[in-house]
């Protein structure tokens, strides 16, 4: 796989500057956490890396090649704020994810299961997604995110008011996604949970990159 490369972006939304000069990788195989506290600018990155909003300037990389809309259909994203349809069932939302993505049919349906399985939402496969509870509901949405068997995983707060358990799970398959190569950027502003899980973490304040190195390189920097 390819690295992700956020390379010198900036924005802004009129007046405020949301953006300035953001710069880093993310290498295959790596799970980089990006920390900032709200307003720091992670959504709006993560927004221009999935081609949903634009920058005033600075690129998007996949290894050598500036992202386009072929290469933006390889990124599983999974957005903050709830993106299912309450009133469709799990499996039939995903299987037409998946669809869209250009998955046959039968590659659709052998993906949602192992997916929905695997983050133990099997019994939940015909419920309608609003009839879950909320972190089902977010594990339906990271399956949301898996299902077309994606070379880059961009998650915003993919862990923000989950359970233990389901964080457990959720970690597992992030740290399995990128044993296969896949770089894995995620937001978080839960410092504990970027420790655990990240092989390298940014530090992001006001649009800019601050700090960044292994936990252990910002605590010995800090
Ligand atoms: P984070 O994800 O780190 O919380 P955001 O990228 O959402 O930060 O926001 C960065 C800054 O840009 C914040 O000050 C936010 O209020 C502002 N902002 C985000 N989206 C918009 C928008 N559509 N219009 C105006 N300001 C925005
Ligand atoms: P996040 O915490 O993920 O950054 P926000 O709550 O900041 O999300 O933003 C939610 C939505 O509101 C986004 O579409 C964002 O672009 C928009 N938004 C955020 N801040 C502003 C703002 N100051 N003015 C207008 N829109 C905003």
Known sequence: NDPLIIDHLSKRYGNLTALSDMTFTVNAGEIFGFVGSNGAG????MRIVLGVLSAD???????????????????????????????????????????????????????????????????????????LSLGN????????????????????????????????????????????????????HQLDLVQRLCDRVGIITKGSMRAQGSVDELRAGG
């Open 42 to 45: 992670k959504s709006t990155t």
């Open 137 to 188: 509901q977010q594990r339906a949405q990271l399956a949301a995110a898996l299902v077309h068997e994606p070379t880059v995983l961009v998650l915003d707060e993919p862990f923000s008011g989950l359970d233990p358990v389901a964080v457990d799970v959720m970690s597992d398959v992030l740290k399995e996604k990128a044993a296969e190569g896949v770089p894995v950027l995620f937001s978080s």
């Open 57 to 131: 300037s600075g690129r998007v990389l996949l290894g050598d090649r500036p992202i386009d809309l072929e290469m933006r259909r390889q990124i599983g994203y999974m957005p903050e704020e709830r993106g299912l349809y309450p009133k469709m069932k799990v499996g039939e939302q995903l299987r037409f994810l998946a669809e869209l993505h250009g998955l046959s049919s039968a590659d659709a349906r052998d993906n949602v299961v192992r997916w929905v399985t695997r983050l133990g939402l099997g019994e939940r496969i015909d419920d309608n997604v609003g009839d």
